[in-house]
């Protein structure tokens, strides 16, 4: 038989259930947010807060817990209420930072399932308070949290929520990480995404040179992420107006072309390129060329244009493509772009290469 304190304890606890049931929002206690807290276009009371900050700890709890099933829940219990039908954009907006403002935590585990979902979470909420979180990912020693980490810087510079401080900081930490990153599919995201804003050309263009001692001795490493920026840049300025064009960005993309078209005409006719990675060689001294044939047009050189590539790429003639490359060379170290020795040789290997 119960004593008197017990009972008197329970019919408390009872007694605050029933106060929390009736009083509380529907979050409290439960596995879903209801419609009226979604639609809701005020700010949150003291009590509503409280309600909705144990639904979100709720469901980081059920992403650190391990089981596939209850990830799942855990990670769209975090992005659907922001996509939900009715939603207000209050709500919406107390509601992801609240939860990118807790995501940071999940960083620091050693299970690597937490660490992968935070940043596909970042990625799909795209708020400032997530730029910690994203940074630390970036920095992770697994290629699966580095990628959705750089998908999710993407999301952040283009949502345009940042301000500029903030922005220069996240495009600093990709720049220096896309110099040495080994995984070919983390270096398109990370160039992709600092090429999310076209003020960063510049940015993308010193990634492009620093990042050329990582290939140099590695002919087996792809040039997919480099082809990448090279185009997108050459597609930007060629259909910008002429008179707008900075010609600080095209000398820059001419210089970088140069350096890659070279490399990689050196790399075939040494005859080390494996099969598999033939495609990404021939693509980037295809895109290369079109990038210094454009500047060339563009700055006005006296000089004769080489050769296109076309014809020594079709007949595997590597030696014809290493002489096309070094007379582009020699075309930018004369006027109009007047670089040196320094600026274009190609670098000694970098200390940190290794292929992916």
């Known amino acids: 038989m119960m004593s008197n304190r017990l009972l008197s304890t329970t019919a408390s606890l009872l007694l605050a259930g029933f106060v929390l049931m009736t009083n509380a929002p529907a979050a409290i206690g439960q596995d879903r947010l209801d419609a009226g807290t979604l639609a809701n276009e005020n700010f949150w009371t003291p009590t509503e807060r409280e309600a909705i900050e144990a639904y979100v700890d709720n469901k980081l709890s059920q992403i650190l817990n391990g089981d596939e099933a209850e990830v799942e829940r855990g990670r769209a219990g975090l992005l659907d209420p922001t996509r939900a039908p009715g939603v207000s954009d209050r709500f919406q907006s107390q509601f992801t930072e609240l939860v990118c403002g807790q995501l940071e935590p999940l960083l620091a585990v050693e299970a690597i399932k937490p660490r992968i979902n935070a940043m596909v979470i970042a990625d799909g909420l795209a708020h400032p308070r997530a730029l910690g979180a994203i940074r630390k990912g970036l920095g992770d020693p697994s290629v699966g949290v580095r990628y959705p980490a750089a998908r999710a810087s993407e999301s952040l510079l283009e949502g345009g929520q940042l301000n500029a401080a903030q922005e ?108 598999e990675r033939f495609d990404s060689h021939r693509e980037i001294i295809r895109r290369t060329a079109v990038a210094l044939e454009f500047a060339h047009e563009h700055v006005q050189s006296p000089q004769a244009a080489p050769p296109a590539p076309g014809r020594a790429l079709n007949a595997g003639d590597w030696d014809e493509l290493v002489r096309i490359g070094e007379s582009w060379m020699a075309i930018l170290k004369a006027g109009p772009f007047n670089y040196t020795d320094a600026d274009l040789i190609l670098p000694q290997p970098s200390a940190q290469a290794g292929l992916p």
Do not use: C
């Open 168 to 275: 220069r900081e996240l495009i600093q930490s990709l720049e220096q990480l896309a110099v040495g990153e080994g995984e070919v599919h983390v270096v398109q995201a990370l160039i992709e995404a600092m090429l999310a804003d076209p003020d960063n050309n510049i940015d993308v263009l010193n990634v492009l040179n620093d990042r050329l001692a990582w290939h140099v001795g590695q002919a087996g490493a792809s040039f997919m992420a480099e082809s990448t920026a090279v185009q997108t840049i050459y597609s930007r300025l060629i259909t910008a107006n002429p008179t707008a064009r900075p010609n600080i960005e095209v000398r820059g993309l001419a210089r970088a072309s140069s350096r890659y078209f070279l490399l990689s005409a050196q790399q075939l006719a040494e005859g080390k390129v494996p099969d």
